[in-house]
């Protein structure tokens, strides 16, 4: 269909997630998270669909939420499941493993200490999280970089290595 999504915050608004026709040049409002859950201004999202093309997760960095959504009728997307680590963790970063079975998230978005203006450090957490058919569960994979090291880090990105075993012996 040439759709492709993204999603966006506005005080007017909330928390919109925008399907693009991009064989139209057209936008349309697939889903209004904030008519489910409070937005606080300030959420900065990043997305990631599975391979699939079946589900759709969405970090919010203030309020600190993941989001699974059922993209299967790409028009009218359904909220699965949340998983909440508390406002201002930061959660921003995301990835998915390779079999679509873990996301990876970290709770660090931007602080410029005195430099400026913002100052959403998180929890400099890097999380991991195991995805269900319709669930999203927490594991007990949680690295405190604030203590990790000999240093606090903030975790800007985050990846998920391929398995390299397994694509040895598949060529």
Sequence with gaps: EGLAYTVNWSPENGMIFWGINSLESTIFPALNISETFEMPDGNFMLHHSNREGTRYFITTSFSGFVFML?????????????????????????????????????????DEDDLGVIHEDGDRTVHVIEVGDVTLSPTDFNVDMNIAGPYPKRPHMIRFMPNLEEANTTG
């Excluded at 299967?72 to 995301?94: A, K, N």
């Excluded at 390779?98 to 998230?105: E, P, R, S, T």
């Design 70 to 110: 059922d993209i299967s009728d790409p028009r009218s997307p359904i909220i699965l499941d949340t998983i909440s680590f508390g406002v201002q963790s930061g959660i921003h970063s995301l990835d998915l493993s390779d079999d679509g079975n873990y996301i990876a998230v970290s709770g660090y978005f931007l």
